[in-house]
């Protein structure tokens, strides 16, 4: 059963001190009062995980555009009607507010009948009135531009929810609205989300555009620390091999409040029938009773005779499915923990879904999207009484090794490991590497660990409070532009994100064993801030390049000697629960001494990924990846050589020599090849 089956995970744990669900005089939660202090701004971006309060963030900044900033009207725009129900009326002077938020009905169009093209005479009636707020959904919004165009809505605000949905990408047409707003000038815009990653890797915004957003960001970090209940948060994927139903109570506890997310019936891990498929996962979980005819939901009895209920959000029936809905949307499903068990979903119960109670949502198959990977992993991170652990499980298909789908399983597997990574960025503390100095000293309320902060030791410090480290690094370059600050402290992750979707890097890092690190850690993360920020020089660029792969390399490190201290040792006290990652930040630190970004440099990002995968998957498949990875031949592109040419040439400055191709450094081999390269592409130029 569930219990005995070892799951690959990254565990993280929390402080639940309360702190993110405590209210100011105004009512005011941590993330609201962060982004109301910068309610003038013009155009402003707020990035905070779900259940953070985004919705009524909005709230009090549109009433005080309306109110103080000469507004004329706020137009909220979501992309699902089921999400036009965050925005309800709210009586926020109960709660110290000055003023009420109220939308009268006939202008929350997520609420009235009709399709969204229909919707558009209504947003033209609403614009040519007195009436203050309109919510309706972004293709509402987009049918209303394309007939209407930006002008109409100058001297407004447009506040965009799950801001993710629009791209830089010309085809994407929210985002070449928003750009045209931009260009205008005469509206102010709030856009919001709860991930900034696109799982196409498209930029959300030019950068152009993105610069001139003032931004407010909330970590998931500081919400989770800030909880009551939740203490720990388990993300891991298990390989399955045939039917995945076959599986599922490998991996499913029926005791514990699930959703479970099919697959797409276009996806490798599909059987092709939805229903099948639901009504396999009914009969695995036990003893069907009946429906219940109230709210539609299945009645099964389990094995040790437990009842249970079930919610079916696949099936097509649409008097069936919008009972359940109704039934999923009652007060009751977050005041009553029994109202509901398990339910099972294809393409709902994501984003805006809001079910306190769930504990473990379960994905099979991979999701092409870093952002629903975040969405997901959001459902079972809200906070409820006695709630201490929530998790997040990927079934992963382990193809049989004569199957010709390998490659589409390789790539399907990468990314999977790939959003794990990002993940962990994501949850974990904020970093702040700081250059090794003998002047530094130690920085107010930050501990420094029993030892203290020490003048020949590359420091770590904890700030409990703002959950952030600051540790010390030799050799670290200075960001000089305020740009490249900016980027350090607010799009670390972004860059993250780009790097662990760069299909090759991927490959390469965990296959490839004879592969120098610093080709992954120099020359791969430097192309991709390269191509993310070309308009940096190259000072700048490198800053935020040591910064990125610092920040993997460091957790992936202290990872490793979490993992290592659980299993040597019989007293797991001493790694203490709400610490543990910090603790693993200073073993690692104490182990190596002298902490410096060459150091850091020399470290394969995916080798601790690759060690939990080789633990768990087939040998034979396991082999079978690693041939079709060896199979892809690598050609190195000029930029890569110009990079590679540029380390040799620090290189020679301090060796006093250029590296060797007949080294038996596989590193100063490569940085060979890479002038080699252009020795040879100038020569072919003369010919």
Not at 198 to 220: I, M, N, Q, S
Request: glycine share 6%.
């Amino acid at each position: 059963m569930y219990d005995n089956v070892s799951i690959p995970t990254v565990s993280m744990n929390y402080a639940a001190n309360g702190t993110s669900k405590k209210s100011n005089e105004l009512g005011m939660r941590v993330m609201q009062e962060r982004a109301y202090e910068k309610r003038g701004e013009q155009y402003l971006l707020i990035k905070s995980p779900p259940a953070s309060g985004k919705s009524r963030a909005l709230m009090f900044i549109a009433l005080d555009k309306i109110t103080n900033q000469g507004m004329k009207q706020a137009i909220i725009v979501v992309p699902e009607k089921s999400i036009g129900a965050s925005f309800d009326d709210e009586p926020l002077s109960d709660f110290g507010f000055w003023a009420d938020w109220v939308v009268s009905p006939k202008w929350n169009l997520c609420n009235s009948p009709g399709e969204d093209g229909g919707k558009v005479k209504s947003v033209e009636t609403f614009l040519q009135s007195e009436d203050k707020i309109l919510v309706c959904t972004h293709a509402t919004f987009r049918f209303a531009i394309d007939k209407f165009g930006v002008s109409v809505f100058d001297d407004r605000l447009i506040a965009v929810d799950e801001f993710h949905h629009v791209s830089a990408n010309p085809d994407n047409k929210l985002g070449t609205h928003v750009n045209e707003f931009m260009t205008r000038d005469k509206v102010h815009l709030v856009a919001m989300t709860g991930s900034y990653f696109r799982g196409d890797a498209e930029a959300v915004l030019h950068p152009d555009d993105e610069a001139k957003f003032e931004k407010v960001t909330y970590t998931y970090y500081e919400q989770l620390n800030g909880y009551e209940y939740l203490k720990h948060l388990h993300i891991g994927y298990y390989f399955y091999s045939g039917n995945y139903v076959d599986d599922l109570l490998q991996v499913l506890n029926t005791r514990e409040k699930t959703i479970i997310h099919i697959p797409n019936v276009n996806a490798r891990d599909s059987t092709k029938d939805k229903f099948k498929e639901v009504d396999h996962i009914l009969n695995e979980l036990g003893e069907w009773q009946h429906v219940d005819p109230k709210t539609g939901f299945h009645i099964i009895k389990t094995k040790d005779k437990r009842i249970i209920r079930v919610a079916d959000l696949v099936d097509d029936d649409r008097t069936k499915r919008d009972k359940v809905t109704e039934a999923l949307r009652d007060p009751l499903c977050n005041n009553n923990k029994d109202h509901v068990d398990i339910i099972i979903a294809l393409g709902m119960a994501k984003e805006g879904f809001d079910w306190i109670w769930c504990e473990h949502t379960l994905t099979i198959g991979y999701r092409a999207s870093l952002t629903e990977v975040v969405q997901i992993i959001g459902r079972s991170t809200r906070d409820a009484k006695g709630k201490t652990e929530a998790k997040f499980t990927n079934l992963i298909s382990e193809p049989d090794a004569s199957q010709d789908s390998i490659i589409d399983a390789v790539n399907d597997t990468l990314k999977a490991i790939a959003a794990s990574l990002l993940m962990e960025q994501v949850l974990v503390p904020k970093f702040d590497f700081i250059p090794k100095n003998k002047n530094n000293t130690p920085v107010d309320d930050f501990d420094y660990g029993e030892e203290g902060f020490g003048l020949n030791t590359n420091n770590v410090g904890f700030n409990q409070k703002t959950g952030q480290i600051q540790l010390e690094i030799d050799g670290l370059v200075e960001p000089k532009s305020e740009e490249a600050v900016r980027i350090i402290e607010q799009d670390i992750n972004e860059v993250i994100a780009s790097y662990v979707q760069d299909t090759k890097t991927v490959e390469q890092g965990m296959f490839n064993e004879n592969l120098p690190p610093e080709e992954l850690t120099q020359i791969n993360m430097g192309r991709i801030v390269k191509e993310k920020y070309p308009d940096l020089d190259e000072n700048d660029q490198e800053a935020v390049r040591q910064r990125a792969i610092a920040a993997i390399n460091v957790i992936q490190k202290a990872k490793a000697t979490i993992n290592d201290s659980s299993q040597n040792s019989e007293n797991q006290a001493e790694i203490k629960a709400n610490t543990a990652l910090i603790d693993g930040v200073r073993r690692f630190v104490m182990d190596v001494r002298d902490l410096d970004i060459d150091l850091i440099d020399r470290i394969n990002p995916f080798s601790e990924a690759y060690a939990i995968m080789a633990k768990t998957m087939n040998e034979d498949s396991l082999r079978r990846f690693a041939e079709v990875i060896a199979g892809k031949k690598i050609n190195m592109t000029e930029d890569e050589a110009r990079i590679l040419a540029l380390r040799a040439y620090k290189f020679k400055e301090e060796r006093g020599r250029l590296p060797e191709i007949t080294s038996p450094d596989p590193w100063e081999k490569r940085m060979a090849e890479g002038i080699e390269y252009l020795r040879q592409t100038v020569a072919k130029e003369k010919q």
